[in-house]
């Protein structure tokens, strides 16, 4: 029997994983995985280890968290298991950086313009990427760009910059960056570009940095048409930010079942594609797009649609019923809050009950704003903050655990008109339209049917609780909904707003 005492049972375990950091091949690793997912044999060639080698050190890594894996066919894929190693990255570097006397000669000798270049903050950087006056260069190689990248970056690797400087433009600023603070390719680059006339800087840090710091990262995806056949090859590499992992597990639990859900909020569907009034032809975006029900009503309006999700299983669900449909409908699996897709490449962009579940709201604001085009619309359906919907969150919120701290913003935020300006106003002129949705069930017992099998929050909540405490949360949640019963069954009146704007 163990006699330490908890502290040091805990400070054992901390050791266990700063002991998985120490050794220089990881630290290489981890800055790789920074930019995304790779395979065991990609990792090993980038950093010029034996496969079995590279393996070995990932498994240690992966056993004391600071991985993980998936699984294709013989192939083994790595990534980071979540944000938080790419804050334990940066604050190592800051501290060797500050306090390691041979850290500091080794910068000096190979960043010895660092200062002369300008270092462009993150912050100052995005805001000029919104107003369109510099050039963002990528200068990593060609498959890490593909991973994901800034906001309408350019890629040319440092290897091609003297061969395709003619694909810049000299009147333009050009700001640099690679895989991070320590790397030095956007550095060279930009003294490169100085001495071929350009005006050039680097960005003070590189992508892992601006990622964490919730910045919105454009990420490569594979586009699934609904007319092709049942093969599904989602490239998820990078579609899907770090701290939203959990997220998407949580909306995939529900599956093609959530089907059921749009099929409770059509009324408010059919309200938001009006207000929308997408033109034949029309490029538009239907963002959080679930089972597609949203897609496949603007498509039928003779819109070129394209449906994202957080959720491969809703996607695949998307696809399934568009094509029974025969409707041609892009699908993607992506993020919200860094949108697999250029600027300004919709004319339109909808989002029902959906954008509003986004864990950084004014990352996904960014977004939906990037991707507008000039002059273009949004028309976006989001649950008032007391509405009947959010009732029956408050139902099911004294089964859920804790949130951690600081509390994540709740989704009913959006319900609020203010809230709505504060995140949209500096790029749309919004008008709002407030409408009810009813949400119909023979009983109770059929709304709790629904809710445990195809609504990710419930479901998911549902599986986490025992026994008695899930038969608890059931006698609950049928009360509620039984509290709305006419001589048909159950009619939930559900209030929300309709946000329509116009893109300045």
Request: net charge neutral; glycine share 6%; aromatic share 8%.
């Amino acid at each position: 029997m163990s006699t330490r005492s908890p502290k040091q049972a805990l400070f054992a375990e901390f050791a266990t994983l700063a002991k998985a950091l120490g050794h220089a091949h990881r630290l290489e690793l981890l800055e790789q995985l920074a930019q995304g997912e790779h395979s065991v044999e990609t990792l090993a060639q980038k950093t010029s280890l034996s496969i079995a080698n590279a393996s070995q050190h990932l498994q240690h890594m992966r056993r004391t968290g600071l991985v993980d894996t998936r699984r294709d066919g013989k192939f083994v894929y790595y990534r980071l298991a979540d944000e938080a190693v790419l804050d334990l990255l940066a604050a190592l570097g800051r501290l060797a950086e500050r306090n390691v006397a041979e850290v500091e000669r080794i910068m000096r000798r190979y960043f010895k313009d660092r200062d002369g270049l300008e270092p462009v903050p993150r912050d100052a950087l995005l805001e000029r990427i919104r107003a369109g006056t510099v050039t963002v260069l990528d200068v990593r190689p060609q498959d890490e760009f593909a991973l994901g990248h800034l906001p309408s970056a350019v890629n040319i690797p440092l290897k091609a910059m003297e061969a395709r400087l003619s694909e810049l433009d000299p009147s333009r600023e050009v700001v640099a960056y690679c895989r991070g603070r320590f790397c030095v390719l956007s550095f060279e680059a930009a003294a490169l570009l100085r001495n071929r006339g350009f005006k050039a800087r680097c960005l003070e840090d590189g992508l892992p940095e601006w990622r964490a710091a919730g910045l919105p990262v454009v990420a490569g995806t594979v586009k699934q048409r609904c007319k092709q056949n049942n093969k599904r090859e989602y490239n998820m590499t990078g579609a899907i930010q770090a701290h939203n992992q959990k997220s998407a597990a949580f909306w995939n639990s529900g599956g093609a079942h959530y089907e059921a859900i749009s099929r409770g909020i059509a009324d408010s569907i059919e309200h938001c594609v009006l207000r929308l009034d997408p033109k034949s032809g029309e490029r538009v975006l239907d963002l959080a797009t679930g089972t597609g029900w949203t897609s496949r009503v603007l498509a039928r309006r003779g819109a070129k649609v394209t449906g994202v999700d957080i959720s491969e299983k809703l996607v695949d669900a998307a696809i399934a019923r568009a094509k029974s449909e025969n409707l041609d409908i892009d699908y993607e699996i992506g993020d919200a809050e860094s949108l697999p897709f250029e600027d300004g490449a919709f004319d339109a962009v909808a989002s029902t009950c959906g954008v509003m579940f986004a864990s950084r709201p004014e990352a996904a604001a960014a977004e939906l704003a990037r991707v507008c085009k000039k002059g273009g619309r949004i028309a976006l359906t989001t649950w008032l903050s007391d509405s009947n919907l959010f009732k029956m969150f408050m139902v099911m919120k004294p089964y859920m655990p804790p949130p951690p701290t600081p509390a994540p913003p709740s989704p009913f935020e959006w319900g609020k008109t203010e809230r709505i300006r504060e995140l949209l106003a500096a790029n749309f002129d919004l008008a709002f339209e407030r409408g009810t949705s009813f949400y119909r069930e023979p009983s109770g017992e059929a709304a709790w049917n629904t809710f445990s099998t195809g609504y990710g929050p419930t479901h998911s909540l549902a599986k986490s609780l025992d026994e008695a405490r899930r038969e608890e949360l059931r006698r609950d949640f049928i009360a509620f909904h039984e509290g709305f019963r006419n001589e048909l069954g159950v009619c939930v009146p559900r209030e929300y707003w309709l946000t329509v704007g116009v893109r300045r």
